[in-house]
């Protein structure tokens, strides 16, 4: 996952990005080329049995809730054969993922009402993934 917040050295918890994750039976590739120039593949391909997509959205957000919204808006434009291998999907996971800190305790990240409904809209989860702080992190 590449950082939202460049340039950031300190100890703070703060988020990260959000990933895009999809696994299915099919092949990927008709919907992530329908998703267009707005998201970034990190990857996409055979997994396992299946197939997986792992993608974040092209331009900066202002937050997990921006940018969900923001894959959200192009997941609803897509045309009906992607749609239908969006829905064929086994996973269909919003990946909010935030970097530890040694402060704040604690720290929130708002997710607003309008844009869970639109997650559940689009028969998609959120997951939060927390990664540690860095081994030898000193304030």
Excluded at 91 to 118: M, W, Y
């Amino acid at each position: 996952m590449k950082s939202n917040d460049s340039g950031r050295s300190d100890l703070s918890t703060h988020f990260l990005n959000v990933d895009l994750d999809i696994y299915s039976k099919s092949d990927l590739q008709p919907m992530v080329t329908a998703l267009g120039t707005g998201v970034d593949v990190l990857y996409f391909g055979p997994n396992g049995k299946g197939h997986c997509a792992h993608l974040e959205i092209c331009k900066r957000t202002k937050g997990a809730d921006a940018t969900i919204r923001e894959f959200c808006r192009i997941l609803k434009a897509i045309p009906e054969p992607a749609r239908e291998l969006w829905n064929a999907a086994s996973v269909r996971s919003f990946s909010i993922g935030v970097q530890a800190g040694k402060h704040p305790n604690p720290c929130d990240f708002k997710i607003d009402g309008e844009t869970l409904k639109a997650v559940a809209s689009l028969s998609a989860e959120i997951v939060i993934t927390v990664y540690p702080v860095p081994a030898g992190a000193t304030d």
